[in-house]
């Protein structure tokens, strides 16, 4: 089975601050990769699909990169409801779709 | 709108079964296949399984595979997610997913169930 593995697990952050959030899979995904929002009492949306693909309705300061076994998702300038737990998942393994164990962004 | 909307949280006794429904609307139910994921309380999102509404072909997580079924009734557009022998670590959000693709190649969950809370306790 494909492993996914999110780092920072946690990270503090401020409004306006760039922030970068890496996944890393235990074996080549090329670009079958994406990310979910998740706040608090709520289920999980998708930010980014296949890597780099902005789903519709989502704001521009969100993009994705990486190809590969190493992605990152990108927060140009966090907005106060930005702060929430962030999971990649990857797709290459149809249709087996592993997450990472998610990063909990938080307001510094 | 497209939506998938759930069945309401249940308590269930250890060793018990549980049987979630996950309605859709809004869409051509067969044209997209429904994955479950499940989160305990506090904890990351966990692949549990994938079910075809074309043709009901599904795929488990191993750790799962002989515990839960999962089945879908075209006529009403609903999936099923049941789960045997319950244990206190099943206790979870149990979510349903359309997976979406463009193409048939990438994919994608959109929209989720809203959660349906299943707390197994004696």
């Known amino acids: 089975d494909i492993q996914m593995t999110q780092s920072p697990s946690s990270l503090s952050a401020s409004v306006g601050d760039r922030v970068t959030i890496t996944c890393r899979a235990s074996q080549s995904i090329t670009s079958y990769l994406n990310w979910y929002q998740q706040k608090p009492g709520e289920a999980p949306k998708v930010l980014i699909y296949?890597?780099?693909s902005l789903q519709s309705g989502v704001p521009s300061r969100f993009s994705g990169s990486g190809s590969g076994t190493d992605f990152t998702l990108t927060i140009s300038s966090l907005q106060p409801e930005d702060f929430a737990t962030y999971y990649c998942?990857?797709?290459?393994?149809?249709?087996?779709?592993?997450f990472g164990q998610g990063t909990k962004l938080e307001i510094k | 709108q497209v939506q998938l909307v759930q069945s309401g949280p249940e308590v269930k006794k250890p060793g018990a079964s549980v049987k979630v429904s996950c309605k859709a609307s809004g869409y051509n139910f067969t044209r997209y296949a429904v994955s479950w994921v499940r989160q305990a309380p506090g904890r990351g999102l966990e692949w549990m399984g994938w079910i075809s509404t074309y043709n009901g072909d599904t795929k488990y997580v191993q750790k799962l595979q002989d515990r839960v079924t999962l089945t879908t009734d075209t006529p009403t557009s609903t999936a099923y997610m049941e789960l045997r022998s319950l244990r206190s670590d099943d206790t979870a959000v149990y979510y349903c997913?359309?997976?979406?693709?463009?193409?048939?190649?990438?994919?994608?969950?959109?929209?989720w169930g809203q959660g349906t809370l299943i707390t197994v306790s004696s």
């Open positions: 296949a890597t780099s």
């Open positions: 998942q990857q797709s290459y393994s149809t249709p087996m779709y592993t």
């Open positions: 997913a359309r997976v979406d693709t463009t193409w048939g190649v990438y994919i994608w969950f959109d929209p």
